[in-house]
């Protein structure tokens, strides 16, 4: 099964998390961005952190290029069963202008330094408790050598 057609099989965690393709699999990220501060949130919001009670939020696509901020590395199960060790942080977007938290994933934890380059994927949460679930992560922008 192709890696599209697998993800629009899957339950998504939220249902408001993800901008969705023709065939149904996620493509990108959803979040809210104010009209009238121009701040971008994910996940979804229903106020603007700097506007409310006022501000008007409209769906965004948020970009699929980031750069890690700050991470950690766990080193005991999730309560979904991940399995140690994993890593997750802080990810600015800067084409949004945001930073969002998110699973880290696709290298060894402790090569999500701040200032590492990562993109979104999609893709079923790989916890025990998560099967058939639809999810997202970052990875290495780039292929991870030997110098990383
Ligand atoms: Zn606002």
Do not use: K
Not at 27 to 48: N, S, Y
Not at 103 to 108: V, Y
Not at 126 to 148: K, N, Q
């Amino acid at each position: 099964m192709r890696a599209a057609a697998l993800a629009a099989a899957l339950r998504p965690l939220r249902d408001d998390l993800f901008v969705l393709g023709a065939d149904g699999a996620p493509v990108a990220l959803r979040g809210t961005r104010c009209t009238d501060c121009g701040r971008v949130a994910f996940p979804a919001r229903a106020l603007c952190s700097h506007c409310a009670p006022n501000g008007h939020l409209v769906p965004h696509r948020l970009s699929a290029h980031g750069v890690v901020h700050a991470s950690t590395v766990a080193r005991v199960p999730s309560a979904m069963g991940h399995a140690p060790p994993y890593a997750y942080g802080y990810v600015d977007l800067p084409d949004d202008a945001t930073r969002i938290f998110a699973p880290l994933s696709g290298a060894e934890a402790t090569w999500f330094q701040p200032g590492a380059r990562v993109r979104v994927v999609f893709g079923e949460i790989p916890a025990a408790a998560m099967r058939g679930v639809l999810g997202y992560w970052f990875v290495p922008d780039a292929p991870v050598t030997a110098d990383d």
